[in-house]
């Protein structure tokens, strides 16, 4: 069983910059698949970026402008950031899925490759 708790959501103007958390506690027994989703309210969830053994995986409104990196000694996950927009609002889930490597394509999906999920860390950005 995994454990996934956000942090770090909060309210920023366009342009600004946030940093998102995940805490991981429990035994993945080394499978490491471990991402960032978001969801708007009225649309369908996305998936953001994910990462295993430092490869990470970006959805094209992501790169460029987002970094998804972890720290394993620390069992953390974090997502920087910047040059944020109106339309990055939404609730931002952190994910892990019960497999060696993330696939590319995992985020394009609607996150049902994921068996953990986080409860969600709001972040809104005002024009």
């Known amino acids: 069983q995994v454990e996934l708790m956000e942090s770090g959501g909060g309210s920023v103007q366009a342009g600004g910059s946030l940093t998102l958390s995940c805490a991981i506690s429990?035994?993945?027994?080394?499978?490491?698949?471990v991402g960032w989703f978001r969801q708007a309210p009225g649309r369908p969830r996305e998936g953001v970026a994910d990462?295993?053994?430092?490869?990470?995986h970006y959805a094209p409104f992501a790169k460029g402008r987002f970094i998804i990196s972890e720290d394993k000694s620390q069992n953390t996950l974090t997502l920087q950031m910047q040059n944020l927009e109106p339309e990055d609002s939404g609730t931002y889930y952190c994910?892990?899925?019960?497999?060696?490597?993330?696939?590319?394509?995992?985020?394009?999906?609607?996150?049902?490759?994921?068996?953990?999920w986080g409860p969600g860390t709001l972040v809104t950005v005002s024009s």
């Open positions: 994910v892990a899925a019960e497999r060696y490597y993330c696939q590319a394509w995992m985020i394009k999906g609607d996150g049902s490759l994921y068996d953990y």
């Open positions: 429990g035994n993945t027994d080394g499978k490491r698949c």
């Open positions: 990462i295993d053994a430092d490869n990470p």
